[in-house]
């Protein structure tokens, strides 16, 4: 017997990870925590900055206008999934990284002045280069209903982030869905850490990106 697999993170994200699941022989569950929504902003002047680092794909998405007064500047993206947005959106990506924004960050010089457009709940990043911070978009919570926890029981959930892990735990908790009944696909050590209690299994992806992940994934599908 083979688990579905539960896919947590919002759409436009969530539906482009179960086209991927589906592909790799598996039944996925779709079942957003969150709903992404853009937030009001003013871009600053972009002679001030070398280059716009990207984090998530929602940036590129849900910037809204004010992304057209910094198309100028390159991009560098965390992984291909923000790269083919950023792409869409019409800005120029110079470089993408294929294990976290930390190994990017790391082959940037510290002279290098980045504008991070970001999400509103994001995890602090510490570099010099890094010389502003814009939040340009959110990602609100959505609570699940008992039913809908319950279906989540025999799955192997795939975990994108510390806070999607947080907000998993707390919705079966709320709900009385033991956590035993679920195995975790962390997309990294910090989400798997965020919550890590109680779980039948935790596996972590090799790299952050959903190939690896659903990777990881398959092999806590199929039982025992």
Partial sequence: MTRPIAILRPEPGGAATAERVRAAGLDPLVLPLFA???????????????????????????????LDAL?????????????????????????????????????QPWSQRLLWLAGRDRIAIEHPAIRAIIPVYASETIAITGAQALSLSGTVA??????????????????????????????????ADADGRGWDRVAIAPRPDDTALIEVAQRLAIDP
């Fill in 71 to 107: 198309a100028r500047l390159p991009v560098l993206a965390v992984g291909r999934e923000t790269a083919r947005a950023s792409e869409h959106a019409g800005l120029r990506v110079i470089e993408h990284g294929q294990y976290g924004v930390e190994t990017l960050l790391a082959r």
């Fill in 158 to 191: 795939l975990v994108h982030s510390a806070r999607a892990m947080r907000q998993l735990a707390a919705q079966l908790d709320t709900h009385r869905i033991p956590r035993t009944s679920l195995r975790i696909a962390a997309i990294s050590a910090r989400a």
């Fill in 36 to 66: 992404v929504v853009p937030l009001d902003w003013t871009p600053p002047d972009p002679a001030t900055f070398d280059a716009l680092l990207l984090t998530s794909a929602n940036a590129a998405r849900h910037a809204g206008p004010g």
